[in-house]
């Protein structure tokens, strides 16, 4: 039988055992993290959530009898967005602890 893979240069088994174990160590390496991550990212969904239900006692505090309804309007926009972000960071934060079923 003939044998021509010293034609295909850069196909080398060992290279591709050390690529495969370069991969499997970086994985490892972000399993290792996320979990170390883990303990503290209750507390920050914590913080998150409280800064939720200030978002509705800060509307409160920010409208007063003689508010006009274009600032009226401007400061509810104002904090939707800023409830927006603090969804959007939640899942962030979420994206970057979530660890596969393989993993």
């Known amino acids: 039988m003939r044998d021509d ?3 295909y240069t850069g196909v080398n088994s ?3 055992e050390r690529r495969e174990q370069k991969i499997k160590e970086r994985g490892e390496a972000k399993v290792a993290k996320r979990t170390a991550l883990t303990p503290a990212a209750e507390v920050v969904f914590n913080l998150i959530e409280k800064e939720k239900q200030e978002i509705v006692m800060s ?3 920010f409208i007063q009898t003689d508010t006009t309804d274009k600032d009226l309007k401007s400061t509810i926009l104002s ?3 800023y409830s927006s972000y ?3 960071l939640q899942t962030k934060v979420r994206n970057v602890l979530r660890v596969k079923d393989g993993e």
């Open 5 to 7: 893979s010293i034609l």
């Open 14 to 16: 060992e290279r591709l």
């Open 59 to 61: 509307l409160m505090g």
């Open 79 to 81: 904090l939707k967005m």
């Open 86 to 88: 603090l969804l959007e």
